[in-house]
Structure formats: structure tokens, C-alpha cells
């Protein structure tokens, strides 16, 4: 099979890519990715000389980005990602996930090849109780959620006018290895590294699903391989938590890999101004996933916690690199008036 992953230069993506180098070693992969300030070609280091890799750089809001590539399906992961970046400007959102991925259908219909649509929990809005399953209605609340909802009907739509051979899947909240430092796992342990306040939006009482990036990837894999054109597949971990509870964890654990005092960093922790329009839980049904397709998470998170904090410790190379650049800019604005409260 020959697969073209795009956004592999992500975090998700990057992993991905890992996971299929690995069990499938006969597979051809193309990493096709913008490199946008969140792509990053030191997350595949690792891989970049196997002979079944090539990385393309390249836009799927291209339409001719994919002449003389040959591929039998992709598996897109490109997407603007992080609903803060939403709130300051939709547009980016807009462009790439929504244009690209009419885009990418384009190409799949007239080639006749296999696509997969990875979104997320989040197109189905916020639930006080119960869970959502594949076929709850979408009422996303941010410009990021309504982005990823609007491509997720595009494939809907292409599957029902064009026949086109797509299948979509929503996961929870990943976190892992290669994590770009905005999103809130790597947030705190880099700043708890760092010595530096852990802002906290609102009351910290938000509830989110955390799942290990590795079990989100064997999921994705395990839909390309057995799932059914057309259908939609919820990923969760049923591993629900406030947002206190997880940076409250987090910061024990820093303390404990690191020798710190416990109170010094618990101390970091600062309630800041909410974010706009902040979804209150999310919460997917995963029981298509395990009756069908036999998928489960393998990783608990006290380990996965664990693994991603000694991860950040050995990488302090990649994280510095972003850390001192342009990402600054995007912290002070986002950060710099909220902390000096
Ligand atoms: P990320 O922001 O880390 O990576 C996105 C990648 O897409 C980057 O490599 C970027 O360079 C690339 N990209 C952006 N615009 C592009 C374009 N126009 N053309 C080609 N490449 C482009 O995101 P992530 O966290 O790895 O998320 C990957 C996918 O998974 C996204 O579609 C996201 O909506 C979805 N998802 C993420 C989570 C999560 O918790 N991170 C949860 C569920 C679903
Ligand atoms: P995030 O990682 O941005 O993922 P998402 O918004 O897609 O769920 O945020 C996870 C949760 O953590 C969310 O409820 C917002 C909250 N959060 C904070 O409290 N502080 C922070 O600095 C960040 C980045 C997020």
C-alpha cells in the first residue's frame, strides 16, 4: 500500500507516520505537510532516511500540490489545530481545514482512492451528561470545532453524491510525545519546567477525555484497515478528567522525575480569564469502535502521564528550539495580560 499521511509533520501525524513505518514495513509512506509554525520535520528524525518514507512539502489547499504523487488512500491529518488560535483568527481555520479538505475529496474522487478524515470530539459540542455517539448531532462552539465540522459534512456529502471511498474519525484530547508546547499537557510540564506560572482557565473544573497519542494512532490504522466506506468512527479512552486534576498530576509527577518540591510547583498554578465560549465537557461513546472493529486503549494514563513527562525531560532540545522562537509571540499574546493579574 502506498499512503500519503498529510499533516505528518505534526503531532499526530508524526506519530502516525511512526506507527505505520513500523507495522507495516512493506508500506510506502508520503508525508505531504506545509510545515506551518506547528509542523515540525525534527519529529520524524528518526525515520527520515528509511527507504519507504519521502516528504513532500506542500499545501492541501493545492490542487495541482499532488501531480506525480501516487498513492491507494490518504489519511489527513492536516488541519489548523488549537481552538485559541481560533479565537484570535478564524481564517487559517477556515482555509485549511475546510477548502483543504474539499480539496483533498476532489482528489480522492477523481482518482478513486481511499480516504480517511481524522477530526474530532469536539464537532459535537459540549454535554453536561451522557455521551455522544456517531450519529449525535454536530454543534460545534468554536471557529476550530466549526471548521472541523464543516469538512466532516464535505465528506459526508462527497460520500453520498460521489460514492467516494471516506471514512471519518473523531478522537478525544491526545497528548504524547512531539506534542506541540500550546496545547495544555506540554504547557505544563515545559512551564512547570521552567519555573513558570500554569495558567488555568476559569474555575479548572472543564472536562476533558485525555488519550495516548499511540492509541489514537493504532485506532486510525485499525479504520483504514477494516473500516466501512462511509461510516464514522468515535475514538475516546473513557478516561474523563477536570483540567485540575490533570495539572495538579502533572505537576506531582514533574516534581517527582525532577527532584522538586512538590508545593513549589503546585504553587505555579494560576487561575486566569476564561477562554471564549469554552466548552464545559466533552464526551464520546467509543462502543462502535470496540464491538466493531475490537479497538481498545492500551496505555493507562498514570503511565502515559509518566512517559510523556520523562519524554519532555529528554527533549528539552526540541521544545527550546520552539520555545525561543516565533511560538513567544503567540505565548505573550495569549498569556502575557492574563498572568499579570
Ligand atoms: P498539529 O497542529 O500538531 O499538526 C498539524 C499539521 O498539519 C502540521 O504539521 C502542519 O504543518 C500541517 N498543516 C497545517 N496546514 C496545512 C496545509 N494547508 N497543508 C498541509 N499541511 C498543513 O495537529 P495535531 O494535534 O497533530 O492534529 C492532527 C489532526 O487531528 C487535526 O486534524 C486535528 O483536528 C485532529 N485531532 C487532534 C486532537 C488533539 O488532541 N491534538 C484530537 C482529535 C483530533
Ligand atoms: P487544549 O489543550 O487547548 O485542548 P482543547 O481546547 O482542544 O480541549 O486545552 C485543554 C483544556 O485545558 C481546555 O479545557 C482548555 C484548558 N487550558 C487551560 O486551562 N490552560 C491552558 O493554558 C491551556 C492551553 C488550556
Given at each position: 500500500m502506498k499512503?500519503?499521511v498529510?499533516?505528518?509533520a505534526?503531532?499526530?501525524?508524526?506519530?502516525?507516520?511512526?506507527?505505520?513505518?513500523?507495522?507495516h514495513?512493506?508500506?510506502?509512506v508520503?508525508?505531504?505537510?506545509?510545515?506551518?509554525?506547528?509542523?515540525?520535520?525534527g519529529?520524524?528524525?528518526?525515520?527520515?532516511?528509511?527507504?519507504?518514507?519521502?516528504?513532500?512539502?506542500g499545501?492541501?489547499?493545492?490542487?495541482?500540490?499532488?501531480?506525480?504523487?501516487?498513492?491507494?488512500a490518504?489519511v489527513?491529518?492536516?488541519?489548523?489545530?488549537?481552538?485559541?488560535?481560533?479565537?484570535?483568527?478564524?481564517?487559517?481555520?477556515l482555509?485549511?481545514?475546510?477548502?483543504?479538505?474539499h480539496?483533498?475529496?476532489e482528489i480522492v474522487?477523481?482518482?478513486?482512492?481511499a480516504?480517511?478524515h481524522?477530526?474530532?470530539?469536539?464537532?459535537?459540542?459540549?454535554t453536561?451528561e451522557?455521551?455522544?455517539n456517531e450519529?449525535?448531532p454536530?454543534?460545534?462552539?468554536?471557529?476550530?470545532?466549526a471548521?472541523?465540522?464543516?469538512?466532516?459534512?464535505?465528506?459526508?456529502?462527497?460520500?453520498?453524491?460521489?460514492k467516494?471511498?471516506?471514512?471519518?474519525?473523531?478522537?478525544s484530547n491526545n497528548?504524547?510525545p512531539?506534542q506541540?508546547p500550546?496545547?495544555?499537557?506540554?504547557?505544563v510540564?515545559?512551564?512547570?519546567?521552567n519555573g513558570r506560572p500554569?495558567?488555568?482557565y476559569g474555575?479548572?473544573?472543564?472536562?476533558r477525555?485525555?488519550?495516548y497519542?499511540e492509541?489514537?494512532?493504532?485506532?486510525v490504522?485499525m479504520?483504514?484497515?477494516?473500516?466501512?466506506?462511509?461510516?464514522?468512527y468515535?475514538?475516546?479512552?473513557?478516561n474523563?478528567?477536570p483540567?485540575?486534576e490533570?495539572?495538579?498530576?502533572?505537576?506531582?509527577?514533574?516534581?517527582?522525575?525532577?527532584?522538586?518540591?512538590?508545593?513549589?510547583?503546585?504553587n505555579?498554578?494560576?487561575?486566569?480569564?476564561d477562554?471564549?465560549?469554552?466548552?464545559?465537557?466533552?464526551?464520546?461513546?467509543?462502543?462502535?469502535?470496540e464491538?466493531?472493529?475490537?479497538?481498545?486503549?492500551?496505555?493507562?494514563?498514570?503511565?502515559?502521564?509518566?512517559?510523556?513527562?520523562d519524554?519532555y525531560?529528554?527533549?528539552?532540545?526540541?521544545?527550546?528550539?520552539?520555545?525561543?522562537g516565533?511560538?513567544m509571540?503567540y505565548y505573550?499574546?495569549?498569556?502575557?495580560e492574563?498572568?499579570k493579574?
Amino acid at each position: 500500500m502506498k499512503l500519503l499521511v498529510t499533516g505528518g509533520a505534526g503531532f499526530i501525524g508524526s506519530n502516525y507516520v511512526r506507527h505505520v513505518l513500523t507495522a507495516h514495513p512493506d508500506y510506502q509512506v508520503i508525508n505531504f505537510d506545509k510545515l506551518t509554525y506547528a509542523g515540525n520535520l525534527g519529529n520524524l528524525k528518526d525515520v527520515e532516511s528509511s527507504p519507504n518514507y519521502t516528504f513532500v512539502r506542500g499545501d492541501i489547499c493545492d490542487r495541482n500540490a499532488f501531480e506525480g504523487l501516487e498513492f491507494d488512500a490518504v489519511v489527513n491529518f492536516a488541519a489548523e489545530s488549537h481552538v485559541d488560535r481560533s479565537i484570535l483568527d478564524a481564517s487559517p481555520f477556515l482555509r485549511t481545514n475546510v477548502m483543504g479538505t474539499h480539496n483533498l475529496l476532489e482528489i480522492v474522487r477523481r482518482r478513486g482512492c481511499a480516504l480517511l478524515h481524522v477530526s474530532t470530539d469536539e464537532v459535537y459540542g459540549s454535554t453536561a451528561e451522557g455521551f455522544f455517539n456517531e450519529d449525535s448531532p454536530l454543534q460545534p462552539n468554536s471557529p476550530y470545532a466549526a471548521s472541523k465540522a464543516s469538512s466532516d459534512l464535505l465528506v459526508r456529502a462527497y460520500v453520498e453524491t460521489y460514492k467516494v471511498r471516506a471514512m471519518t474519525t473523531r478522537c478525544s484530547n491526545n497528548y504524547g510525545p512531539y506534542q506541540f508546547p500550546e496545547k495544555l499537557v506540554p504547557l505544563v510540564i515545559i512551564n512547570a519546567l521552567n519555573g513558570r506560572p500554569v495558567p488555568v482557565y476559569g474555575d479548572g473544573m472543564n472536562v476533558r477525555d485525555w488519550i495516548y497519542v499511540e492509541d489514537h494512532c493504532k485506532a486510525v490504522d485499525m479504520v483504514l484497515h477494516n473500516g466501512k466506506a462511509g461510516e464514522v468512527y468515535n475514538i475516546g479512552s473513557r478516561n474523563e478528567r477536570p483540567n485540575i486534576e490533570v495539572i495538579k498530576l502533572l505537576l506531582r509527577k514533574v516534581a517527582q522525575r525532577t527532584g522538586r518540591n512538590e508545593d513549589d510547583l503546585l504553587n505555579l498554578i494560576t487561575f486566569v480569564k476564561d477562554r471564549a465560549g469554552h466548552d464545559r465537557r466533552y464526551a464520546i461513546d467509543p462502543v462502535k469502535m470496540e464491538r466493531q472493529l475490537g479497538w481498545g486503549p492500551d496505555m493507562s494514563f498514570d503511565q502515559g502521564i509518566l512517559k510523556t513527562i520523562d519524554w519532555y525531560i529528554s527533549n528539552r532540545d526540541w521544545w527550546q528550539g520552539i520555545t525561543s522562537g516565533e511560538y513567544m509571540k503567540y505565548y505573550d499574546t495569549q498569556y502575557g495580560e492574563r498572568l499579570k493579574k
